[in-house]
């Protein structure tokens, strides 16, 4: 299973949003480098949600329900759909990751303005440990 970084702004798409939905298709995305890791993910992989803009903190984690497919708003480009796993016991913000050595390489400090990114298990398994959660 891979692991991903997903970003939403939270006047746009909240973690409050995907939980009161229980599912949504995540579109819109319109960056190459993004839309390559959209095509790579898995059902089954797991995503952390980042709420970006003035809050800049992982929130929750979200699983991939429905691997890359059209976006329906522009057949050109792909969406996924997800699912929330769990909320984040503590919000794990960006100021705190970059200030976490074993997270320096992490793409979303390398590439800040990716919307979509990787993310590796040893990363993934820190977040979760910062977050006050059990990987």
């Known amino acids: ?9 939270p006047g746009t798409y ?27 993910m898995k059902s089954g992989d797991e995503a ?14 979200m699983q991939v329900a429905r691997e890359a497919a059209a976006d329906p708003k522009d057949p050109n480009w792909v969406s996924v759909a997800v699912e929330p796993v769990r909320a984040m ?3 794990v913000s960006l100021k705190t990751i970059k200030a976490t050595e074993e ?13 979509v990114s990787p993310v590796r298990e040893a990363e993934w398994k820190k977040i979760i440990k910062l977050g006050g959660g059990t990987s």
């Open 48 to 61: 952390f949600f980042y709420h970006s803009g003035d809050e800049r903190s992982v929130i929750g984690v």
């Open 14 to 40: 909240s973690w409050a949003d995907l939980v009161r939905d229980g599912a949504t298709e995540w579109d819109g995305v319109r960056n190459p480098s993004a839309r390559l890791h959209l095509k790579a």
């Open 103 to 115: 997270l320096a390489k992490m793409e979303l400090i390398r590439q800040s303005r990716l919307s």
């Open 1 to 9: 299973m891979a692991h991903w970084l997903m970003k939403s702004e």
């Open 89 to 91: 016991p503590a919000p």
